[in-house]
Structures are given as structure tokens and as C-alpha cells.
């Protein structure tokens, strides 16, 4: 009757200990601005071809460089593009490369973090000198580097370069939520029952090491935002007809003494979203520190 038992009253702490937790990132004012401002973007690159005032990439208006106006509420950049619109729908791309760099980031992190704190040994040993050999330099560097290598500009590349470049911290961070878990009693009763590493790894150890692996995530991205866009910036990733925020500051940043309306919204615009992305973060390793 006992054995029955654990388990399923196990099962219900764990699932008051996330709505609680759940309820206090709702009772963070913080995280409500957070998940508005990025649900509001999300929203943006869902449906911003519905949401524009004007073709982003198509229309053209006669009048270039027009101030910010009633007709134009962000003005018009060099050619007539109106900003608005092209804000508005500038959010698509860097809202589908950031997420999936940070996700194949956590995925490798997370993965290199769980052999190497369980496993110890050599193979941390290993793992941890070229870890602390990547962390050494500057992460923007490696992933310039590593795309100027590559000599691709595509998305892709940018995607799988990012994810690759975060992948070390990650790992690091994992190893060590690992360490504190590894020797508990629920690992040894697992090692008992002749439970095979992988097994113990990715079934025992993962689930209680994911709260970390969460704050990681949120942290990552907003990093990884950034890091897009300031590649973007100077060439990599994302490219023309896109009108993505990073490729508009890019395309007028030129031509700031006639135009700064164009280069000051979508900075802003990338502004919010990591400032956004932030906050959720804190309120997050809030929630879970308590």
C-alpha cells in the first residue's frame, strides 16, 4: 500500500509545486509586462501581414523620407517603405531563429551537461577543458568566426552556429545542477535496481534538474535576440526583402540625418523584446528560487 502511495503523493507535490509557482509569475508584475510585450510580438510575426497598414516589402510611396505623420505613423525610409509596417512584420524572422538557436542550444547543453556531471571521469575531464576553451573568447566572436568560416549567410547557418556557440555555458550550468543531484538516494536506489546510465541520466536525474534548465532557456534567449540581430547587422544571418529589425537598421542606419525615424523604431522594437525577454527571466529564477 505504501509503495502505491509515494509515487502518486509525489506526483501531486510536484504538480502544486507548479501551479504555485504559476501563480506567483502571475502575480509578478514584472512577468505579466514581460509576457504581454512578447506575446504582442509573437502575435506580430504570427499575423503581421494582417496587422500592416501596407506591404512591408511591396508598397512604395512616392514620398521618401516622410517625417512620422497621421498617414504614416512611423514615417517612410529612404523609398517609400512606411516603417510601421515593415516594424510590425519585422518581428517573423528574428522570432523563428532565435527560439530554435536557444532550443538546439539548451538541447546540446543540456545533454553534454548530463554525461559529463554524471559521468565524471575522463570524460569530464575532456568535455570541461574544451568548454573552458570556448568560454574564453567572446561568444559573438566564435559565432563570426565560425560563420566566416562557413562562408554561409543563410538563417540556417546562423541557427546552427548560435545554438553550437551557446551549447558550453549551458552545459556548464547543467553539469552543475548534475553534481548536487548524482550522489542522492533516488540516483543509488536507480544504480541498485541495475539501472543502465542512460536511464538513470536522461529518466532519474533530468526531471529534478529542470528548473534550472528552464531559467537557463529564457536566459539564453534573450541572448540569443541579440546576438541575431547584431549579426545581422553586420551581414550574417537574416538578409534583404526581409523587413526583420536588425536588416532595417542595417539598410538605414546610413542614412540617420534624413531618416533616424527608420533606424529608431525597429531598434526599439528590439529593444522591448529583450528587455521583455529579460524580465520574464527574473521573474522565472524568482519563481523557482522560492
Given at each position: 500500500?505504501?509503495?502505491?502511495?509515494?509515487?502518486?503523493?509525489?506526483?501531486?507535490?510536484?504538480?502544486?509545486?507548479?501551479?504555485e509557482r504559476l501563480r506567483l509569475l502571475l502575480r509578478t508584475p514584472t512577468a505579466v509586462i514581460g509576457a504581454v510585450v512578447v506575446a504582442f510580438?509573437?502575435?506580430?510575426?504570427?499575423?503581421?501581414?494582417?496587422?500592416?497598414?501596407?506591404?512591408?516589402?511591396?508598397?512604395?510611396?512616392?514620398?521618401?523620407?516622410?517625417?512620422?505623420?497621421?498617414?504614416?505613423?512611423?514615417?517612410?525610409?529612404?523609398?517609400g517603405r512606411d516603417v510601421?509596417?515593415?516594424?510590425?512584420?519585422?518581428?517573423?524572422?528574428?522570432?523563428?531563429?532565435?527560439?530554435?538557436?536557444?532550443?538546439?542550444?539548451?538541447t546540446l547543453g543540456t545533454t553534454l551537461g548530463l554525461v559529463t556531471g554524471y559521468l565524471r571521469g575522463i570524460v569530464d575531464d575532456v568535455v570541461s577543458r574544451v568548454i573552458d576553451a570556448v568560454l574564453a573568447?567572446?561568444?559573438?566572436i566564435v559565432a563570426v568566426t565560425a560563420l566566416s568560416a562557413l562562408g554561409s549567410k543563410s538563417s540556417v547557418t546562423v541557427t546552427i552556429v548560435i545554438g553550437i556557440v551557446f551549447a558550453p555555458i549551458i552545459a556548464r550550468t547543467v553539469r552543475t545542477a548534475v553534481l548536487a543531484e548524482r550522489d542522492l538516494d533516488y540516483v543509488q536506489s536507480a544504480r541498485l535496481r541495475g539501472e543502465g546510465n542512460l536511464y538513470v541520466m536522461f529518466v532519474e536525474i533530468l526531471p529534478n534538474?529542470?528548473?534550472?534548465?528552464?531559467?537557463?532557456?529564457?536566459?539564453?534567449l534573450g541572448y540569443a535576440i541579440f546576438a541575431v540581430a547584431s549579426l545581422t547587422?553586420?551581414?550574417?544571418?537574416?538578409?534583404?526583402?526581409?523587413?526583420?529589425?536588425?536588416?532595417?537598421?542595417?539598410d538605414n542606419y546610413q542614412y540617420?540625418?534624413?531618416?533616424?525615424?527608420?533606424?529608431?523604431f525597429p531598434a526599439l522594437a528590439i529593444a522591448s523584446l529583450i528587455i521583455a525577454v529579460n524580465l520574464l527571466s527574473d521573474a522565472v529564477q524568482q519563481a523557482y528560487e522560492r
Open positions: 500500500m505504501t509503495t502505491v502511495e509515494l509515487p502518486a503523493r509525489g506526483l501531486d507535490e510536484a504538480k502544486a509545486a507548479r501551479r510580438w509573437v502575435v506580430c510575426a504570427i499575423f503581421g501581414s494582417h496587422l500592416t497598414p501596407y506591404d512591408p516589402i511591396n508598397y512604395q510611396s512616392p514620398s521618401t523620407y516622410a517625417h512620422p505623420s497621421s498617414t504614416f505613423w512611423f514615417g517612410t525610409d529612404r523609398i510601421l509596417s515593415r516594424v510590425l512584420d519585422g518581428s517573423r524572422d528574428i522570432l523563428t531563429v532565435a527560439p530554435l538557436a536557444t532550443l538546439l542550444g539548451i573568447l567572446p561568444l559573438i534538474v529542470l528548473p534550472v534548465i528552464l531559467v537557463e532557456a529564457t536566459v539564453r547587422f553586420i551581414g550574417f544571418g537574416i538578409q534583404l526583402p526581409s523587413p526583420d529589425w536588425a536588416v532595417q537598421i542595417t540617420l540625418d534624413p531618416d533616424w525615424w527608420a533606424v529608431l
